[in-house]
């Protein structure tokens, strides 16, 4: 089942190499949000293991998959071609985001594993796939994209 004949399953390696990538956007992204309660609290610092400002943050990465994830694309699902649809074939709408969010954030707390179970099905589907109802499909180039031409 795909969108189009351009469209294949992704592998758990072109997913963790997008996680990667993400990871190194999102530490951009929580530099400049965590840079704004110092310079709201007059250049001093939130205190260690404030439960708010980890809720802020937390805030603010969900934010940043949402936005992604309801526009199909994450830096680093872009980076590798990768695009994430529901299962009719639509983007994702924010409460499917949510739950893949929070879905996602148990299958890293648990080591990986709502990730490794990728491997035990034909589908190759995560548990933030199927919790969300969403997949994510690797976009193989087209001679014309591939060329730098559209």
């Known amino acids: 089942m795909g969108p189009g004949d351009r469209w294949e399953k992704v592998g758990l390696g072109r997913r963790l190499m997008a996680i990667l990538y993400d990871a190194v956007a999102l530490f951009g992204v929580l530099y400049c949000a965590a840079l704004l309660p110092v310079v709201a609290g007059g250049g001093q610092p939130p205190r260690p293991g ?3 400002f980890f809720c802020y943050l937390l805030l603010v990465v969900f934010v940043y998959f949402g936005f992604c994830w309801t526009r199909g694309r994450t830096l680093g ?3 590798w071609r990768l695009e994430i649809r529901r299962l009719d074939g639509t983007f994702p709408i924010w ?3 949510l739950l893949r969010f929070a879905t996602a954030a148990i299958s890293l ?3 990986g594993l709502g990730y490794w179970v990728s491997l035990l099905n034909p589908e190759g589907s995560t548990w933030p796939d199927r919790l969300s109802k969403t997949r994510l499909w690797h976009v193989r180039a087209t001679p014309a994209s591939a060329s730098g031409r559209h």
């Open 77 to 79: 699902m872009q980076a």
């Open 109 to 111: 707390s648990l080591g």
């Open 95 to 97: 409460s499917d985001a």
């Open 50 to 52: 404030n439960p708010w």
